[in-house]
């Protein structure tokens, strides 16, 4: 009953920015964390970014001091902001969302940096 819908995934040139967005709808109740994941070809998926439901932030050391995570609470959205990016980025970014100890996945949004 609950869907993760992710979008602002494109091409981009090393340097530039994108901004994310994942959106939660259906039996939303009470979220707890949500996250990015990515995946590039050929590798295993990595976790990006977290977002708790108190307020505590979590990133992968390759990404710290580049992306943001952030949510509104309002709207069941999180958001990862990019900046700096680099060809390494590379990847399929997919949502998370944590609900009563149940993972929910999005279909994932195609990122591509080129050098």
């Known amino acids: 009953q609950v869907r993760l819908v992710e979008s602002g995934g494109g091409l981009v040139q090393a340097g530039g920015s994108l901004r994310l967005s994942c959106a939660a709808s259906?039996?939303?109740?009470?979220?707890?964390?949500m996250g990015w994941y990515r995946q590039a070809p050929g590798e295993q998926r990595e976790l990006v970014a977290t977002?708790?439901?108190?307020?505590?932030?979590n990133y992968a050391d390759s990404v710290k001091g580049r992306f943001t995570i952030s949510r509104d609470n309002a709207k069941n959205t999180v958001y990862l902001q990019m900046n700096s990016l680099k060809p390494e980025d590379t990847a399929v970014y997919y949502c998370?969302?944590?609900?009563?100890?149940?993972?929910?996945w999005g279909q994932g949004t195609q990122v591509t940096v080129s050098s």
């Open positions: 977002f708790t439901s108190g307020g505590s932030t």
């Open positions: 259906g039996s939303i109740s009470s979220i707890g964390a």
């Open positions: 998370n969302m944590v609900q009563r100890f149940v993972y929910y």
